[in-house]
């Protein structure tokens, strides 16, 4: 997985050295100075050739190393020839060859994987690249009616693929973005940036495997926003740790219009399966820094169709709206700090093709589903996993990195079938308390509410999914655990769990 990132982090660099570099002049010394700085100070060896000629720059034979510990091998990546030029204005145009050739080589340590070696070309039309400002406050701007990444070779230990076995094209249109930086006791910056759309179409087969997968998709309309700040200076770029120690805090928004992908693997052995995805609507939102990290996303309109391998229809599936966040801390403290957990699908359907197939006889509600979950609580973070050094250490010893202090169920509702779950409350842990088994002993309590059961257990018989002599003990335990609520087939319960271990339903002691 750390090879994985490794080598689409550093492939990404031919796009980042075309969209990055805000009114004083600046120099094409200065511009490519920066630029150094900033992929030397985040970790990466660097080589070139420059020649100065009049009021132009030329770099050839640039080369990327990417500095990681002993073991983990070695990833390099080689461009070609960019040049730097001096505007009448004061400002610095950026041009790059219209086929700018990208090699990147990952080196595994022995016995550790195979070598890669990747030829890739980034192609681009009608691109304008301008930097201005001074060279502590630069501004970038980058424009291309076409920007693509082609994969020409792909080399795994020293036999080369053809386009047959591997096959990459990603292609974007009316590509915008405007990077302000600035240079102080940290790196500042802002990110602005724009693509009409997105097309990409891949080809993946082990030549020594009869199965072959493809994978096509669009998006349009996306859009990216970011900002915060960076170190100038750090051991490697895979250190993450490393970059919040220093005082790394960025944050980012992605969000994008109409989307679909396809996949699709031809099995001659096992059979052929295929899956389609689309999309109306995107977002996600990244936050990195000292206080934690944080993901949130949401998708509208999703619709997903499976063919599986010998399946007579397709099977399809319908979201309105889905959503998640998670946020954890990432520093090791002795005090609590904060997660949270978040789960949101609404409006969840079947096709009547698959109702069908598991429920025939049609007696089963077939309104919408609704799932929703909203989990906080604290923790004390007992390593920085994010540390190569500690994760390594954590997974050797299988030790636990973090230990929950308390956790809040603010809210659970479950939607479906005619039957409705809810439920909140909150627990705490005494860690220097655990019981024989290791586990720890929650004090707290939790509220349920489930509207709708019996009917459901009524349903399920009925239509042959659920024996009779099960909903029986499913109604016993029901009994057990819970009292009739307010209204028709309503049943409440409070569940108790105490410091020495017991736990109560609704007052009765059942352990």
Partial sequence: MNGLYRVFTTTSLGMIFIA??????????????????????????LTATENMSGDRLTVSDLRLDMVTDPDQGEVTVSFETLS??????????????????????????????????????????????VVSGT??????????????????????????LDT??????IMMT????????????????????????????????DPKEPAVATITGTSSDLALRAN??????????SDMAGMLQAGMDVSGAISGGNSTLTVNIEDPNSGDTSAAVATEGSTLTVETGPDGLSYAGTRQGTTVSVQPPEFPFLLSFAMDNAAFNLSAPVTQSDAPQDFALGLNIGDFTMSDMIWGMINPQGNLPRDPASIALDLTGKLTLLADYLDPDAAEQIAETGDMPAQVE??????????????????????????????????????????????????LLDSLVESGLLPANMAMGARMMMGMFAVPGDGDDTLTSKLEFTRSGAILANGQRIR
């Fill in 406 to 455: 308390s956790v809040n169920l603010n809210s659970l509702i479950v939607d479906a079938l005619g039957a409705k779950l809810t439920g909140n409350g909150s627990a705490v842990f005494d860690n220097s308390d655990p019981d024989t088994s290791g586990l720890l002993t929650p004090a707290g309590a939790i509220d349920l509410k489930l509207v709708g059961g019996n009917t």
């Fill in 228 to 237: 915060g700040v960076l170190p100038l200076g750090l051991a490697q770029i």
């Fill in 135 to 160: 060279p502590a406050a630069m501004t970038s701007t980058y424009a291309a009616g076409l920007l693509g990444l082609t994969l020409d070779a792909l080399t795994v230990d020293g036999e080369t």
């Fill in 20 to 45: 990055q570099g805000a009114v004083a002049d600046v120099t094409p010394g200065d511009v490519w100075q920066d630029w150094r700085d900033y992929m030397q100070g985040v970790g990466y060896g």
């Fill in 84 to 129: 730097f030029v001096q505007n009448a204005d004061g400002t610095v145009s950026v041009v790059m060859p219209d086929a700018m050739p990208i090699v990147v080589d990952v080196v595994p340590s022995d016995g550790d994987g195979e070598p890669v070696r990747m030829a890739l070309t980034v192609n681009q039309t009608g691109q304008d690249m």
């Fill in 164 to 169: 047959t076995n591997a096959m990459m094209k």
């Fill in 174 to 205: 009316d590509v915008k973005n405007t990077t302000r930086t600035s240079i102080g006791a940290m790196r500042d910056y802002t990110q602005n940036s724009s693509v009409a759309s997105v097309t990409y179409d891949m080809r993946f087969k």
